[in-house]
């Protein structure tokens, strides 16, 4: 993909020009976002003082984001004689950048309520302005009040419960930061950082004695050989050009060339000694000598699979990150790095959670450098292991990420998460209370928690299946058993077409036994997990040894391998990569073998049950590779 900048300056200009030809937008403000209430382990503890600076951003509402449906059934839709005639970033930003009424009327504003233009900022994108400001000003702006506010380990924020835009300027706004957002600043590092809540794989220690397994025992230790056996995969591959398999890793996730190398010897028959990963280090992503589960665990595991099962094809490691900065929610460097229609002028999105580069060079591993921007080509799979609850950023934040997966679809990259490890309940079990406050860790009660981007209806998200306990290779799948995979329904994205057939009929034939008190119901939003993939006892090298891990992140990786392949297959027969893969999984629900046993637990409930035909459970089951390539290969 070609990277494509603007000039920033020039947009500015032509802003601040046609911004004399438009009247002023005067009018009375509107409250724009609010929240119901401080969250949980969050105090007040004073009125914020007038001169303490601020950064504000203006997110500029984009156009077209409403045809999204529809643009990316074009390209996606087996059916459609445009299937594969993915976008150009060119094209992207055309269509889906912010008005320029939206930036002239913006900019407009903000002169005439006094910013002096120096201090107004329009991104390159022309996708933000960033005004800097202070609190007493942007009290005014938006009408609002600033506090401090403080939380159980000591972190500072100034922040504010609700914000108002005057009602000609409402419509070209998304959103302002810092406002309503109670996230600790990723800028400063605190305690809070390090110990953030991520999706982590279960993992247990495993002797043994150097010697491959047997596929008899594929039900209690997953190697490659078993998952080809499982899903048909093949061994002989080719490298081909231009179809290297992306893997995101974030820091302090590092994976350890030993361990991968003690695994390929053991556990694979053609992948040769020191065969690494082609590694693009982002905004300061470096590979550590950290040893422990905690540090190499989820690097080493996702390596160790999409090395083993696409050999010889490439792996391109996506490490983000640098040594001070770790928020493994966080993929909008990430998608800075690999998306140049992204970028802003100044690194990540958004301060309140994204890197805000260069960082400070007296912290030691600090990254110094500029922030990266459309640095790297994404591949053409890539398969994220990564997440957070959907409820732990405004919506406004959320949507706008998920928009991004989109335009990566429409744009031909095939994007996989997993669906998560805690059943219908989030990250650590927490569920979530009336008033939308999270429950303590692991509480038996409470509304469930999708995970994001897993529920983002943008991209393939991957949940947990298992062979039934002590069966065999070739026997039915059952649902994960020795976690619960995540899986349910969002409470923000609306049901995208593709799935409309699958959840009428999943309701029309089976109750999922909760009524709206426990989640959205409605029928009339994106279920989750598209597909479900083996989980469990995944053996990976590390510390130089061996150990079993656990989870969807095992999965997602598996199902984003065989994608792969049938790409490289696609390219050598003359065509282009799959894209955006859901319009085909669903318009072909044959790929798959259904699993109907088994279910999810979280809040204190049995979670969704696996029934015949799509389910929250298992998504629309577990991928023949052999149809899944089929169907792939028969489409233009
Ligand atoms: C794989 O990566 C290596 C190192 O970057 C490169 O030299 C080689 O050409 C790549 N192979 C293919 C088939 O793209
Ligand atoms: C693999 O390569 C490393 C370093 O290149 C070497 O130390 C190690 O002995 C090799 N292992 C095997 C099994 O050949
Ligand atoms: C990205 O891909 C384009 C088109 O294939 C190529 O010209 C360019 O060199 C690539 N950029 C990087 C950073 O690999
Ligand atoms: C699985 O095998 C073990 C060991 O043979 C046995 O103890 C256990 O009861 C079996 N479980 C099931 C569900 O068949
Ligand atoms: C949902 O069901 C519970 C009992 O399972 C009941 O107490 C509650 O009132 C119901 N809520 C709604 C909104 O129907």
Not at 246 to 265: H, K, M, R, T, W
Not at 474 to 481: I, L, M, N, S
Request: hydrophobic share 35%; glycine share 10%; net charge negative.
């Amino acid at each position: 993909m070609m990277r494509m900048m603007i000039g920033t300056s020039l947009f500015f200009t032509a802003a601040l020009c046609s911004s004399l030809v438009f009247g002023l937008p005067t009018s009375e403000h509107v409250v724009h976002e609010k929240r119901d209430g401080i969250p949980e382990h969050w105090t007040k503890i004073s009125e914020a003082s007038d001169d303490t600076p601020i950064d504000l951003r203006f997110a500029l509402k984009q156009r077209n984001l409403e045809r999204a449906q529809e643009y990316m059934r074009e390209v996606s839709h087996p059916e459609s004689e445009n299937f594969g005639r993915f976008w150009t970033p060119q094209e992207v930003i055309s269509t889906f950048a912010p008005s320029e009424e939206a930036l002239s009327d913006t900019v407009q504003w903000l002169l005439q309520m006094g910013v002096a233009s120096k201090r107004i900022a329009p991104s390159a994108g022309r996708n933000w302005v960033k005004v800097k400001s202070t609190v007493a000003e942007a009290e005014k702006l938006l009408d609002t009040t600033y506090s401090v506010y403080q939380d159980d380990e000591g972190t500072i924020l100034v922040a504010c419960e609700s914000y108002a835009i005057p009602a000609g300027i409402r419509q070209h706004i998304d959103f302002v930061s810092p406002t309503i957002q109670f996230d600790p600043r990723m800028g400063t590092i605190t305690k809070r950082n390090a110990k953030r809540e991520a999706m982590r794989p279960k993992f247990k220690t495993v002797n043994i004695d150097s010697e491959p397994l047997e596929l008899d025992s594929c039900s209690q230790l997953t190697t490659p050989a078993c998952l080809r056996a499982i899903y048909g995969i093949p061994e002989e591959g080719e490298a081909v050009e231009g179809n290297s398999y992306g893997i995101v890793e974030f820091a302090p996730q590092s994976y350890n060339q030993v361990d991968l190398n003690g695994f390929f010897s053991v556990y694979t028959s053609n992948v040769p000694n020191d065969t690494a990963p082609i590694v693009n280090g982002i905004d300061g992503g470096y590979l550590s000598d950290d040893t422990g589960s905690g540090t190499r665990g989820e690097s080493n595991l996702d390596l160790c699979y999409a090395m083993a099962l696409v050999h010889p094809q490439n792996v391109t490691l996506y490490q983000v990150g640098d040594a001070t900065f770790s928020n493994p929610a966080t993929n909008n460097n990430l998608l800075d790095a690999i998306d140049g229609s992204y970028c802003t002028f100044e690194g990540g999105d958004n301060p309140d959670w994204d890197g805000i580069y260069p960082h400070d060079a007296s912290v030691p591993g600090a990254y110094t450098g500029e922030p990266m921007c459309g640095t790297y080509n994404a591949t053409n799979v890539i398969s994220v292991s990564y997440g957070r609850n959907e409820i732990d950023r405004p919506p406004s934040y959320t949507t706008r990420e998920c928009m991004e997966y989109m335009k990566l679809g429409l744009m031909g990259v095939t994007l996989m998460f997993s669906s998560g490890d805690t059943g219908v309940s989030g990250i650590s079990g927490r569920c979530v209370k009336d008033n939308g406050a999270p429950t303590p860790v692991g509480s038996s009660y409470g509304k469930f928690n999708p995970l994001f981007p897993a529920s983002c209806p943008w991209i393939t998200s991957v949940g947990g299946s298992a062979l039934p306990v002590n069966g065999s290779v070739g026997d039915r799948e059952v649902v994960a058993y020795q976690f619960s995979p995540g899986g349910g329904f969002s409470n923000l994205f609306p049901l995208p077409d593709y799935q409309a057939a699958a959840i009428a009929s999943y309701y029309s034939e089976h109750d999922p036994g909760y009524n709206s008190s426990r989640y959205k119901n409605s029928q009339a939003v994106r279920g989750f997990p598209d597909v479900a993939v083996a989980s469990q006892d995944f053996i990976t090298g590390i510390d130089g040894g061996f150990q079993a891990f656990t989870g969807t992140s095992a999965a997602a990786p598996t199902f984003g391998a065989m994608i792969t392949l049938i790409n490289g297959e696609r390219i050598k027969a003359g065509k282009g990569p799959v894209g955006f893969l859901n319009e085909v999984l669903y318009a072909h629900p044959e790929i798959f073998n259904d699993i109907i046993e088994g279910h999810q637990s979280g809040c204190g409930t049995e979670g969704f049950h696996a029934v015949e035909g799509w389910d929250p459970a298992s998504g629309l089951g577990a991928p023949s590779y052999g149809i899944l390539k089929a169907v792939l290969m028969s489409l233009p």
